[in-house]
Every structure is written in structure tokens, then in C-alpha cells.
């Protein structure tokens, strides 16, 4: 168990979790699990870790054994993606809803947005508390914070303990006057000056929550906050061949291997199904406001491969590493070629726990267990690449991209040409009618914005 390195203030909050009256819902099967116990579940976040920052996705010097461990013990994804930034990747993953479907959220929100998550939105959290799971989120929320109904207490998570938003979201990177601060539930407790304890103290808090529910089904979604910048770490300050950013991600390293071994010393690790990934692709295109205060242009991440990074609707900007680990249920040393993606999720998890889900909104992810477990090697769904989470730009359907942007048509294959670099449009005109039409549907059904272009 991880040693506690600071008293934590104690925070007194009641959590607000209620689904609205008359939500309409349909009831899910536990598949394979039905003979056993509510099985667990953790999500691992990271925040702008890159594809190729760990050392099982291929970096030559950052040391993951963690990691790399789970991944040779459970499942590796190669063709996982996520939205291209932070607000919109979050509402996603926990709504398993597009985020041009989600209002406010489809844009990255700041510490002075008014908006956040609606409240009529199901989460993992409540989809899970509503059959008697424990629930919490630790680390960052950054789905709204201006009023109660958008806080992480009113949407599923019997408690809280983290930031509202990114690290970086004060003085000299963001022009704010509220201060970067520490909460617990509802409440401020600490004003944040020293951001280096903050994955210890993440940590910390996982591993107790983990210890406090060994005899209950519980949820822990733990959302880092790193490598997000401004860079910090403690313990692994200096540890790294890779410097200062491979300080950050050895310590995230040691963060997953932490809860896992929480997991081992409670006794659940057999009956949970523990994931890690990033919330999208490396900030290697930083604007200039970051490059002060300490930050560096090379305190950013490894797109691997792949062309893009942060925020762009290439592969660098929305594939990111991801990890499945469930002890006898997941095939050993398993490597996932087929596309996946972060709406998957929540069909996967309330699949697996057996919980309700709404039918009275479009649900726009695939349970991802038969993939997981090499029942099947194919996903069935296309995926649609937004920028700025309005504007699409881009379809995959199968090997094949299309992209739309700035005027440019673009045609990639991309299990011949994982880059990006070769435009083939031009020698595959009936392909690109054909993705192209999947896209103005999706327009027209979402009301996202798609360029005019003469196909």
C-alpha cells in the first residue's frame, strides 16, 4: 500500500446521484459473468499521453513495467481512439455518447465556463450506483463546475476527490483569477501551489477507496492529471533517461501498479476488469502560451507512428495506447488490431455488470467483451473524427480514412500506410463516395459542421 506522504483534509459532502424521474432504460445481461459476482471495474485516464510513451507501444528509453505487465497479462489495443482533447474525450468515455451530441461539453471547458455535463446524462457511475455499485472519481473532472448539477457528486460518483479541470488552467498559461484548487465532493479543501505531490496524492486516494470497498462492487474511475503541462512528479523526479517527461509517465507507471496491487491485497484482482488509457494524442503542437513558466517545447509525448498530434483529427491526435486487465478473463499477451474506441466502453461495462442503460437517446459505442476476449476479431462500427468536436473532418471505416479538410480531400489505408503520408483518393473514387456519404448522414444527424466539397 502506498505510504501517505500528507494528512488529507477531511471533506464532509453528501453525494447527489439520483437519475431523473422516468428516464427510460433497458435492462443489460452479464453475458459470461451472470454466474459470478458484480464484477469490479477501474478506468485508469491519463491525460496527453501519447501512443508511443510506453514501453510495451515501442519508446526505447521511458521504463513502463507496470504497463507493460498488464499488457502482457491482459489485452493490448494498436487502433483504440479517443475525441482529440480534454472535455469532450471525458464526456465520451463516461457517456458513450458522441460529444456534438452533448451540448456544452463538445468544447473544451475552462475555470470560468458556464456550462458542463446535463444532468439528464447517464455515466458509467450512475448506470453502475443504480445496481448497487460503490462509485468514485479521483483526479481531474473538467465536464463543469459552475453549478452543482455539473459537479462530479451529481452524476453517479458517491464521492470526489481531485481538480475540476487542467493543471494548466491558471496564471501565466490561462488569464483567470480562480485559483487552482484541490476539492473533496462539493467542497474546496487545498489551493494547489506545488503540483508534484498530485499523482502520489491520487494514488493514495485510489488505494484507499480500494481497500474501503473489498467487500462491495465498486467503480473507480482515476482521471491523472499528468502528463498533462506543467510537468510534476515527486518521487520519480529525475529518474528518467527520457527526462522530465519521462519522469511523469514512469510515475504514472508507478501509479497503475499501485492500484493493481491494491487490487492483489484486497483479494478482488481476479473480479476486475481494470483499463488504462489516454484522454487523446501527445501536445507536440503546443501554441506558444505554454512555452513559459518552466514549460519546454519537449515536455510533450510520442504520437508513435503515427502523423498528428493533440486536437487534430489524425491518427497522432486521437489513437492513443489502451490497456484491458482482468486476471482469467482476458487472454494473456492479447493484441487488439481491430478499431475500438473510448464509446465502447460504456456498452462494455454495463454489459459486464449487468447494469440498465437508456434507449431514449442515441448510444453510439459496441460492447467491446467479445473483442476483448477473442470471441471476435471485429468491431462493427465505423468512427466519425471531429475537430473542435463540431467540425467533422473525417470517417474509418475498416483499413480506410476519409478526410475532409481545409478544402483538401483525403483517402488513407491505413494498415499499409499507418502515417498517413500517401493521399489515395484520387485512385479510389468509389471509396470516397461511399465514406463521403457516411459523413453527410452523420452531419445531418448531429448537426455537426462538414466542409462542401465536390466529391
Known sequence: MVQTRRQFLAGTATAVAAV?????????????MSDMKKPNVVIMFADDAGYGDLGCYGHPTIQTPNLDSMAA????????????????SRAALLTGRYPIRLGPVVRVLGPDSPGGLAPDEITIARALKNTGYRTKCVGKWHL????????????GFDSYFGLLYSNDMIPPWVETEKPLELYRDTEPIELIEDQSLITTR???EAVH???ENADNPFFLYLAYAMPHLPLAADHFRGKSRADFYGDVIEELDWSAGEVVKALHAVGVADNTLVLWLSDNGPWINMPSRMVQGGNELWHAGSPGPFRGAKGTTYEGGQR???????????PTGRIIRDQANSLDIFPTITGICGAEVPNDRPMDGNDLWPLITGATEQTPSDLYFYLGNEYLQAVRKGPWKLRIAEGNIELFHLERDIAELFNIAEDHLDIVKELHQLLVAFAE?????LEDVTV
Open 20 to 32: 431523473l424521474a422516468g428516464m427510460a432504460v433497458t435492462k443489460r445481461g452479464v453475458n459470461a
Open 73 to 88: 497479462e491482459g489485452a493490448r489495443f494498436t487502433s483504440f481512439y479517443v475525441p482529440p482533447s480534454c472535455t469532450p
Open 144 to 155: 463543469g463546475h459552475a453549478e452543482p448539477e455539473f459537479m462530479p457528486t451529481a452524476h
Open 202 to 204: 491520487y494514488t493514495e
Open 209 to 211: 477507496f480500494i481497500h
Open 320 to 330: 492513443v495506447p489502451a490497456i484491458a486487465w482482468w486476471p482469467g478473463k482476458i
Open 445 to 449: 444527424e448531429t448537426g455537426a459542421v
